[in-house]
Nanobody, 127 residues
Framework: QVQLVESGGGLVQAGGSLRLSCAAS????????VGWFRQAPGKEREFVAA????????VYADSVKGRFTISKDNAQKMVYLQINSLKPEDTSVYYC????????????????????WGQGTQVTVSS
């Protein structure tokens, strides 16, 4: 069992940066792959980024490559999403999620097999 709590969202101007945090509890967190997702009003939830359980391998949605960076600290049971050059279209609720599914599944079919979810943190980007 893994519990996740996101934080770090807020209101920021376009071009600014934010670092979202995801605090985890549960003794098996270090063996879980973790992803970030987002959902804007009236839209479906979309995959943003994922990181392998060991913090080495990552995968990103094309729409965020070069601006978003995901990282994982197993010792602190934390996952981060650094967001740079924010755009108004990045406005969404951002969720972190965890899965014990194999990395080959997570990295090739992003968005699937995530079992544990946080409650989300709101990011609003003003133009």
């Amino acid at each position: 069992q893994v519990q996740l709590v996101e934080s770090g969202g807020g209101l920021v101007q376009a071009g600014g940066s934010l670092r979202l945090s995801c605090a985890a509890s549960g003794r098996t967190f270090s063996t879980h792959n973790v992803g970030w997702f987002r959902q804007a009003p009236g839209k479906e939830r979309e995959f943003v980024a994922a990181i392998r359980w060991n913090g080495v391998d990552t995968v990103y949605a094309d729409s965020v490559k070069g601006r978003f960076t995901i990282s994982k600290d197993n010792a602190q049971k934390m996952v981060y999403l650094q967001i740079n050059s924010l755009k108004p279209e990045d406005t969404s609720v951002y969720y972190c999620a965890a899965t014990s599914a194999p990395w080959i599944v997570v990295s090739t079919t992003p968005g699937t097999k995530f079992l544990y979810w946080g409650q989300g943190t709101q990011v609003t980007v003003s133009s």
